[in-house]
């Protein structure tokens, strides 16, 4: 549950990367998806039940995460698709958005599970790298397609 509690404020990053950037319903709510899928596999790898990411620790907490106007995660993640740094989007915040810090955090622990992570990855050298919002969608969209076979409930 904290791992799901805690995750899903970097997709939320993401999400609202997504909007910054214009695109749609459609196209957030694919990110969700695979981005509770991530959530689902690094969670699975450090011995938590894959149940536990379908009810509100995981996916309820999700969604609205990332797609209320209220969510301070999607709301950095909105400023930074729209071409703000990561320094200036903070400062035009009155609240914490957690899920920066827990960016680096998560990328290093499914590093060291083993566990591949792409949108928590862009999310991390969008926030720290200094990639551009719109190159790190590229690069997510030219990934090969796979199977969601893999995807445990």
């Known amino acids: 549950m904290e791992l799901g509690g805690a995750l899903k404020n970097v997709i939320a990053i993401a999400a609202g990367i997504t909007d910054g950037l214009g695109l749609g319903d459609n196209a957030k709510a694919a990110l969700m998806t695979r981005g ?3 959530i689902s596999r690094l969670g699975t ?12 620790a995981g996916m309820g907490d999700l969604i609205v995460t990332c797609t209320s106007r209220h969510s301070r995660n999607r709301l950095l993640g909105e400023k930074l698709g729209m071409g703000a740094s990561l320094k200036a989007a903070l400062s035009e915040m009155v609240m914490v958005a957690e899920g920066a810090k827990t960016a680096k955090s998560a990328l290093a622990l499914a590093k060291k599970v083993n566990v591949e992570v792409p949108i928590i990855e862009e999310v991390n050298q969008v926030l720290f790298e200094g990639k551009k919002a719109k190159d790190a969608l590229k690069t997510l969209l030219s ?3 796979k199977s969601e076979k893999d995807f445990e409930l």
């Open 36 to 38: 509770l899928h991530e």
């Open 45 to 56: 790898a450090l011995g938590a039940q894959p149940l536990t990411f379908a009810g509100l």
């Open 143 to 145: 990934r090969a397609a």
